[in-house]
């Protein structure tokens, strides 16, 4: 069951410009989302959080916007840099439940 | 380093064969979850465990099975491996349910 969705499997921008991920649910009991961020060859590792209870996070170049009512959230990254080229995974949970993770759009940041 | 580690990093065999794969989580985290990804897919949620009792499963075969040891060690049987079962196999744990989870480096499972 998709209850996560990423349709973009793929994104590539310049450095020095925005990078605008998004992902879909389908669970309205989700409220817990996080973006994992994977380079080849390891294990995804914990990027940026929200709660349901916020609309945004930010932490550095990274900023997470949740609209419940879209059920959507975004990651953008300001400015890009090429060492942020990776496969991101949007995931999102409900209270005391497992994760379910999206597909992964894979990001590409030309120098 | 997240913490949580995986054995072995590289595992090669023939269809047929069984091979177990073993996780052991962060110091102090009670849930591990298990992974599969194939091909540059998404990952797939197998199973997860949460103080040695199954908590959840996903889309998991038959043909596997997991299980988490007092130590909160868990390992994940494969077993009547076919070509389709090569792919990359993540271990993950997390203090508690829903929360967030710390992936280990993955094993690689090639079936030939």
Request: neutral net charge; glycine residues 8%; contains cysteine.
């Amino acid at each position: 069951d998709q209850q996560v969705k990423q349709n973009s499997p793929s994104l590539s921008v310049q450095e020095g410009r925005i990078s605008i991920l998004n992902c879909d649910y389908t669970n309205s009991m989700f409220d817990y989302f996080l973006w994992y961020k994977k380079y080849p060859a390891e294990g995804p590792t914990f990027l940026i959080s929200i709660s349901s209870i916020k609309d945004k996070n930010e932490d550095g170049r990274f900023t997470v916007f949740l609209n419940k009512s879209a059920k959507h959230l975004s990651l953008h990254i300001v400015p890009s840099q090429p060492g942020d080229s990776a496969v991101y995974f949007c995931a999102a949970s409900a209270r005391n439940n497992d994760m379910r993770f999206g597909a992964g759009t894979r990001l590409t940041v030309k120098p | 380093d997240s913490g949580v580690t995986q054995t072995p990093k590289h595992l090669i065999t023939a269809t047929g064969q069984r091979v177990t794969l073993r996780c052991s989580p962060r110091s102090g985290d009670l849930s591990v979850y298990w992974y599969q990804q194939s091909l540059d897919q998404g990952l797939q949620f197998l199973i997860q465990y949460y103080n040695g009792e199954e908590r959840a499963k996903g889309n998991i075969l038959e043909r596997f099975s997991a299980q988490q040891f007092p130590d909160l060690h868990s390992e994940l049987n494969l077993s009547s491996l076919e070509l389709g079962d090569s792919a990359l196999y993540f271990c993950a744990s997390s203090v508690g349910l829903g929360a967030e989870q710390f992936f280990g480096p993955g094993t690689r499972l090639t079936v030939l």
